[in-house]
């Protein structure tokens, strides 16, 4: 049995709930239009780059990495999405040449298609039932190239 002050302090927990839902929706949908405008192109050169990887189709790791990543990762790779900042994910900088040039093609590649959680990065999520092992191979290409100047895909020869 609540008292009448207990309910108007439900109801204006409610209220707060409801607007806050509201907030994050639109912040969410204004992201959605920012992500769907086409890609400004200031990466031409990973263009040439991940030529002859099969990056062809619609599909492309541009395109998955805007759809997919971006919301955490930010559009230009330097963790400032809204979503990591919702959750107060700690991002590391994409765009920072000399730390991605310490990533191998084979951690990214695992880290994405697993998820996070047994490299010790619980915050990123896994991939393996939304994309193929190719569309994961096109994003470490396309990671790659969002640091200037783009990285040199490592020989690593297939994952694992
Ligand atoms: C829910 C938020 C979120 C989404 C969405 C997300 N990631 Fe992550 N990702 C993280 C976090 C958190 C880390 C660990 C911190 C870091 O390294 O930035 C991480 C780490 C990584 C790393 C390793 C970087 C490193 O420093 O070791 C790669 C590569 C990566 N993500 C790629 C991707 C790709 C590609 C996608 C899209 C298919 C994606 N992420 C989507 C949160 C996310």
Not at 6 to 11: E, T
Not at 26 to 32: A, D, E, G, P, S
Not at 66 to 89: M, P, V
Request: hydrophobic share 40%.
């Amino acid at each position: 049995m609540a008292s009448p002050s207990g309910c108007r302090w439900l109801l204006a927990l409610t209220a707060v709930l409801a607007a806050a839902l509201v907030v994050v929706h639109l912040v969410f949908l204004t992201q959605r239009a920012v992500q769907s405008a086409p890609a400004a192109s200031t990466h031409t050169a990973s263009v040439a780059f991940a030529a002859g990887v099969g990056s062809t189709g619609p599909r492309t790791g541009s395109s998955n990495y805007q759809s997919h990543c971006a919301s955490c990762h930010g559009t230009g790779g330097k963790g400032d999405g809204w979503t990591a900042w919702l959750y107060r994910l700690k991002m590391r900088d994409l765009t920072d040449a000399a730390y991605v040039q310490t990533l191998r093609d084979n951690y990214m590649f695992q880290i994405i298609k697993h998820g996070g959680a047994s490299l010790g990065k619980p915050g990123m999520p896994s991939w393996s039932q939304e994309l193929d092992d190719r569309e994961i191979r096109d994003l470490v290409v396309h990671i790659r190239s969002l640091a200037p100047p783009p990285q040199q895909p490592q020989a690593t020869g297939s994952p694992r």
